[in-house]
């Protein structure tokens, strides 16, 4: 297979009295989706922020496109390709739609922030900003303020902001917790779309949408990979249907 465009190698954290990540290596190729499933308290969120950089790594490598990202800043890795969103959303709740797509637009343009970068630039960042709100479906909404937005279109909003930095590889973590049917059906839809240009790392409880959407699925135990593979060998690897998949197999 070709080169991943992303991995982990032994990555490790320790929190007191618990080892939350164990070892783990995982590769994203490009224009993959690479989900990332396991128990509640499994590790996964811990994972995505060891990668992002929120949280500093004990041990192990983490590269993007050859270029080892450990030891970078949360900002230094946005730079270079890697983008998030979270568990808990991230917008500002009393600006509108446009203004937050605006203020994420503009602090990712590059040398914006240099004295002589921002003339006239306010063109492109509109411009920017009603593509991200295009890409996720809220170009209805974009006078709308951000925090009286319903869950699923705050969620589109905060994929919106991750997107602004155009990322190689976009981290979600549980994008449709908390949704309906309906909503979650449109976040699967935006991720299809997004896979068209990015790698996605997801992290999602709902097996449904994972099965449907993931190249390959990872299962995180306690910290550790208990297997790797594609949804076919995932579904039919029985110590993860043990563990993990239960019923939840003819997803
Ligand atoms: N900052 C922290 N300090 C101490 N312990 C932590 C910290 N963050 C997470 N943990 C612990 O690490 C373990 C893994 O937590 P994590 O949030 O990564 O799990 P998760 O797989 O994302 O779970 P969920 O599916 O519920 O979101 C848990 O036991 C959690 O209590
Ligand atoms: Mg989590």
Known sequence: MAKPLFSTQGLRKSFPGLLATDNVS???HPGQVHA????NGAGKSTLVNLISGL???DEGRITLDGRELQGLSAHARVRAGLSRCFQVTSIFPGASVLDNLRLAAQSHLPGYWHPWGRRDRHAEINE????LAQMVGLEGRLTHTAGALPHGAQRQLDVALALAARPRLLLLDEPMAGMGQDESERVAQLIEKLRQSMAILLIEHDMHA???LADRISVLVYGRVMA???PDEIRNNEQVRD???GSEVNA
């Open 55 to 57: 949280l500093p790594a």
């Open 26 to 28: 995982i590769d994203v």
């Open 36 to 39: 990332l499933i396991g128990p």
């Open 243 to 245: 563990v993990y998949l």
């Open 228 to 230: 790797s593979g594609t």
């Open 210 to 212: 994972v099965f449907r």
């Open 128 to 131: 920017h900003a009603l593509d």
